[in-house]
């Protein structure tokens, strides 16, 4: 949707796969160090900035902000590898106490799977709802 060739999809496959690797190697050991909330903040606020970057491009004309769309997504995933990536999981095995660990691990873990699925499920009617809507309007 950006605008990119086919032929390249490859090579942005692995720009993308390469900078959520690189949040991730970056921040794994530091969540010892520096703690939970001083990775998972950031993150959270970089990804937020890199999706707006993203929804800017696409607002303005993706063919002409194809760059700015990538440059976007690319902030988008190094933020989330630093922190959203990893960080709930390692939270979520620290907060049930000894006696119901199990059992909140696999509740927390059936719950995100659930919504995965129900995201997955639905993605495709949601973006072509939301172009109809959006195209037909003076947006």
């Known amino acids: ?6 032929s ?10 390469c900078a ?9 050991p530091k969540f010892d160090t520096w703690g939970r909330r001083a990775l ?18 696409f607002a303005a004309g993706v063919d002409a902000h194809r760059g700015a769309a990538l440059g976007g997504l690319v902030v988008y995933l ?3 590898g630093a922190g959203l990536a990893g960080g709930p999981w390692v939270v979520n095995s620290e907060v049930y ?24 499920a639905t ?10 809507v959006f195209s037909n309007s003076a947006f």
Do not use: D
């Not at 949707?1 to 086919?6: E, L, R, S, Y």
């Open 1 to 6: 949707m950006c605008g990119f060739p086919a």
């Open 8 to 17: 390249q999809s490859v090579q942005l496959s692995l720009l993308l796969a």
């Open 20 to 28: 959520q690797g690189v949040g991730l190697l970056a921040s794994a």
């Open 40 to 57: 998972l903040l950031p993150s959270a606020l970089g990804a937020g900035f890199g999706v707006l970057a993203v929804a800017v491009a």
């Open 78 to 80: 190094v933020s989330f």
């Open 97 to 120: 106490p000894l006696h119901v660990r199990g059992l909140g691990q696999s509740a927390a873990t059936t719950a995100n799977w659930a919504m995965n699925y129900a995201v997955s």
């Open 123 to 132: 993605f495709l009617s949601a973006v072509r709802g939301t172009t109809r």
